[in-house]
C-alpha cells in the first residue's frame, strides 16, 4: 500500500480505477502549497515553518499532486483548522489553490474544493462560483446545516460516514447538495450507501469498494 497523499498513491488509486482522488492542501513558509495530511512532520517540524525544498522527498507540490491524478476527478482538501499552527483567517491557502486551478487545463467541475472551515469554502466560492465547494463536518447533518449549504451554494456536504444515514441523504438531495462520505473501507457498508443514493464515499481501499459495488 502507497503512503497517502504521495505521487505513489494518486498513480496507484488512478491504475485501480478511482474515479476521484481526495488530497489536503497546507503551506509551507514561503507559501508554497504543498499535500500532506497532518500540520506537522514525523519529527515535530510544523509545514508551516518549512521551506518546500526543506520537506521530505515524499511531500508533493499541489502541481505535482494534480499532474498525477490525471483522469481522476479531484477533491482538494484546504486545511485550514484554527487549532494548527498554520491556521490563516485571512484565507491565503484558499486564493493560491484557487489560481493554481485557474491556470490549469481543463473544466472547473473537474475539481471539488472542500474543508472542514466553512469561511474557506466560502471563500473559494466567491473567487470561482463556478468550482465546485463543499463543507466537510465529522458531526451529524440536520437540517440547519442542509439549509446553510444549500443557501451558500456549495455543491456538495461532506459528513463523516457514522453519522449518515438515508434521511441525510434524502435531506442534502432535496435541497440539490450531493453527499460524498468519509471514510469508508467496508464493503457491506459502500453496498448501504449505494443504496440510499450517495454520491460519492472516500476510501482507503478503492479496489475494495470497487469491486463491492461492481454489478454482478
Known sequence: MAVPNTVEAFLLAVEMGAAG???????????????HHD????????????????????????????????????????KNDPSEPDFDDAERVAGAVMAELAARAGPATAWLISSFRMATVDRCRSIDPATPTAWLTDAAVGPAEVADVADRGHAAV???????????????HARGVRVNTWTCNDPARARTLASWGIDGICTDVPDVILAALRPN
Do not use: K, Y
Open 21 to 35: 482522488i481526495e488530497l489536503d492542501v497546507r503551506r509551507t513558509a514561503e507559501e508554497a502549497l504543498v499535500v
Open 158 to 172: 461532506h459528513p463523516f460516514d457514522p453519522t449518515v444515514d438515508d434521511a441525510v441523504i434524502a435531506a442534502c
Open 39 to 78: 500540520a506537522r512532520l514525523a519529527d515535530g517540524r510544523a509545514i508551516v515553518d518549512c521551506l518546500a525544498g526543506d520537506l521530505p522527498a515524499m511531500i508533493p507540490t499541489l502541481r505535482q499532486a494534480l499532474d498525477a491524478c490525471a483522469g481522476a476527478f479531484v477533491n482538494i482538501e484546504i
